[in-house]
């Protein structure tokens, strides 16, 4: 498909307007979206197109596609070009409901990469609310994980070496594994209720560089540690999200007197 000039009924860039060109850009584009002159799955003009077409350069482009992709309606597919994405749901937090989970609930696919695994002796942080002398020994899991093959969160769990015996013998490289699927299936170990703080800070040069964010950069962050029925510490979580890939929900409300 060729596109020769904008688009009828969208406006054109105006060089005198108070607002960046990227960010005119930017709202036409997400205007066309909107209308539908774009929908879900087609594909836009390329780079070269819309700068032919809007009169503007390409580093004005790319920043107008960077802010629609990080806002979840544009994705780059390499090699296909830019299309239109699905609008993306909000993610509930669930303590006892795995990542592999909410992302299949949500019909989407989960991906990871593990990023380091070992067995270490754990800090008072760690043993303390997993109910462990200082210095026991704790499995620790770092892993990236993806929704539709795009990272949207660094987790990092920790859980006692005793409660599930040669985990890391487990190829935790291939595929996609789900942790609390492998204590359900391998141990019997069934979280069932926990708590969780949610926060925000900046991200680190390493979680920016995961989640293919620019510093400064925010990340939202989550903070859990699960429970058994028997109300024994199963593992302690700690999660730095993507904060447009991966927006979080809360549901809440009033009890009655």
């Given amino acids: 498909m060729q596109f020769k000039g904008p688009l009828g009924g969208t406006r054109l860039i105006d060089r005198n ?24 799955n087609d594909k836009i003009p ?11 350069s390409r580093i004005t482009v790319r920043q107008a596609i960077k802010d629609l992709e990080n ?3 544009l994705q780059t597919r390499a090699g296909k070009g830019i299309y239109v994405t699905e609008p993306k749901p909000t993610y509930e937090i669930e303590v006892v409901r795995s990542f592999t989970e909410t ?20 800090d008072l942080d760690i043993a ?5 002398p200082a210095g026991s020994n704790v499995v620790f899991l770092e ?6 093959d795009l990272p949207v969160v660094v987790q990092r769990d920790w859980f006692a070496e005793a409660i599930a015996p040669d985990i890391l013998d487990i190829d935790w490289t291939s595929g996609n594994r789900s942790l609390y699927a492998e204590f359900n299936n391998r141990y019997g170990i069934i979280p069932t209720r926990g708590q969780s703080t949610l926060s925000a800070r900046l991200a680190s040069e ?3 560089n995961l989640l293919q964010l620019d510093l400064p950069a925010a990340v939202l962050t989550l903070d859990q540690i699960s429970y058994d029925n028997e109300y024994r510490p199963v593992n302690v979580s700690a999660m730095a999200y993507h904060p447009v890939r991966y927006p979080l929900s809360l549901t809440q409300f009033r009890r009655r007197d």
């Fill in 17 to 40: 307007h108070p607002d960046p060109l990227y960010v005119q850009l930017r709202v036409i584009l997400r205007d066309q979206i909107d209308s539908k002159v774009f929908a879900v």
């Fill in 46 to 56: 390329s780079e070269r197109e819309l700068v032919e077409m809007y009169g503007v």
């Fill in 71 to 73: 806002l979840g309606f």
């Fill in 103 to 122: 992302a299949q609930a949500n019909n989407r696919k989960p991906g990871m990469r593990l990023l380091n695994s070992a067995i270490i002796q754990a």
């Fill in 128 to 132: 303390r609310p997993l109910s462990l």
């Fill in 143 to 148: 892993r990236l994980r993806f929704l539709d």
């Fill in 206 to 208: 390493l979680e920016a």
